[in-house]
């Protein structure tokens, strides 16, 4: 993903989707995915106090 060939265009649609994970019960989740999971709370909260 580090390629100047490979770029980001954001889609300019109305479409809504739904953003979730899946996890085991049993299952501590690690420091990657907590990051990611922090990450992604960040970004729908920053998209939706821009609506």
């Known amino acids: 993903m580090n390629s ?3 770029i980001a265009i954001p ?3 109305d479409e809504r989707i739904t953003v979730g994970y899946i996890t085991h019960k049993n299952v501590k989740n ?3 995915v907590n ?3 922090q990450y992604l709370k960040e970004t729908i909260a920053k998209e ?3 609506l």
Request: hydrophobic letters at 40%; charged letters at 20%.
């Open 48 to 50: 939706l106090s821009s």
């Open 4 to 6: 100047k060939d490979i």
């Open 11 to 13: 889609l300019d649609v």
């Open 35 to 37: 990051t990611y999971i």
């Open 30 to 32: 690690n420091t990657l």
